[in-house]
């Protein structure tokens, strides 16, 4: 079946410049999560959505980060003014169900989007 | 501030030799302790994970072994195969009400044939 999907796979954007990321899950995943990854670091966790409800979005750097997921599928991350420090691979996962919600939390990851900031 | 402390940074190990990673903790709130592997251009899959219960959790080629008491856990590949070469993560989840993955800065592993 087919995993998660992020679009587009590269985005380049001038600073000050508005820009949206697109996450496709798994069909039927309830829990969705966004990471941010820098060369040679770990994935470091941005927020993640039980269904339609952020349920932390403890590691949203300010408030020029945003992210939504309406109808509990698709979600988007909208960042605002973009400086040279949000450049980086922005990682989605998804899984079945959340760990707080009584599921395994098997997170899988798409493939990222390099978002670079000029 | 870093909270999962991953050492080493790389790793060099021959076709059939064993590949150790270590990760250390501090919050004691932590209650889930994944391990995950990447290819570059990849997301990160998860390999095997860990709940603090249980002191040793084995798949395969690959071996989770758990100190509570020392807050510190690593990740056994035996018999390591030049396919596994790729960078490989420890993570640990927040807390009970939290489903936020923490993660290590990364092992580089590189099995020469």
């Known amino acids: 079946g087919a995993g998660v999907s992020q679009t587009p796979s590269n985005k380049v954007t001038e600073k000050g410049k508005y820009v949206e990321l697109r996450c496709d899950p798994i069909?039927?995943?309830?829990?969705l999560y966004w990471y941010r990854q820098s060369l040679g670091q770990g994935p470091e966790f941005l927020i993640y959505f039980q269904g339609t409800g952020a349920a932390d979005d403890s590691g949203l750097p300010n408030d020029r980060f945003f992210a939504v997921r309406p109808e509990g599928s698709v979600s988007t991350l909208k960042i605002q003014r973009t400086e040279r420090g949000d450049s980086a691979v922005y990682l989605c996962?998804?899984?079945?169900?959340?760990?707080?919600?009584?599921?395994?939390?098997?997170?899988?990851f798409g493939p990222g989007t390099r978002l670079t900031v000029l | 501030q870093q909270q999962v402390k991953q050492s080493p940074q790389s790793l060099i190990v021959q076709k059939g030799g064993i590949s150790i990673i270590n990760c250390a903790y501090e919050?004691?709130?932590?209650?889930?302790f994944p391990w995950y592997q990447q290819f570059p251009g990849k997301g990160p899959a998860l390999l095997i994970a860990i709940r603090p219960d249980v002191s040793e959790k084995k798949e395969g080629r690959f071996t989770i072994s758990f100190n509570k008491s020392a807050k510190q856990f690593s990740l056994h590949i035996m018999d390591s195969q030049p396919g596994d070469s790729a960078t490989y993560f420890c993570?640990?989840?927040?807390?009970?009400?939290?489903?936020?993955?923490?993660f290590g800065t990364g092992t580089r592993l590189q099995v020469f044939p």
């Open positions: 996962a998804s899984s079945l169900n959340s760990l707080v919600a009584g599921g395994e939390n098997e997170q899988f």
């Open positions: 069909s039927g995943h309830t829990a």
């Open positions: 919050n004691t709130a932590f209650d889930y």
């Open positions: 993570a640990a989840r927040e807390g009970y009400n939290t489903d936020k993955l923490i």
